[in-house]
């Protein structure tokens, strides 16, 4: 199973991108999927997720108001994330993410609990 992440590039400080996550290739139904970020020199850190069935939203506090997560209800396994109000400390690697377990191990907010992984788009964000 693959993910496919897009949507990246370079932002302006108070400006807004949107990622787009969807799979390619072989599909599985997930049960929650999630948005994780790493900024060069850290680790990998949560920033947004989102229950399939509910569409129950989970976010970081640094970018919660800011950000969006949202699901496509005819594409299965298909996320966005819409942020807008960009900082320069959202500058990173944005990595999208599935869970295909029926019943939450870790929390989607554990980058333990998911099974597949995206390949990372870059957002820069200018000062």
């Known amino acids: 199973v693959q993910l496919q992440a897009s949507g990246g590039g370079l932002g302006q400080d108070g400006g807004s991108l949107r990622l787009s996550c969807a799979p390619s290739?072989?599909?599985?139904?997930?049960?929650?999927m999630g948005w994780f970020r790493q900024a060069p020199g850290k680790d990998r850190e949560f920033v947004a997720a989102?229950?399939?069935?509910?569409?129950?939203?989970?976010y970081a506090d640094s970018v919660r108001g800011r950000f969006t997560i949202s699901r496509d209800g005819a594409k299965r396994n298909t996320v966005y994330l819409q942020m807008n109000s960009l900082k320069p400390e959202d500058t990173g690697v944005y990595y999208c993410?599935?869970?295909?377990?029926?019943?939450?191990?870790?929390?989607?907010?554990?980058?333990?609990?998911?099974?597949?992984w995206g390949q990372g788009t870059q957002v820069t964000v200018s000062s």
């Open positions: 993410a599935a869970d295909a377990k029926k019943g939450f191990v870790y929390g989607l907010e554990s980058a333990e609990e998911y099974d597949y």
């Open positions: 290739g072989r599909t599985v139904n997930s049960y929650g």
């Open positions: 989102i229950t399939w069935n509910s569409g129950r939203t989970y």
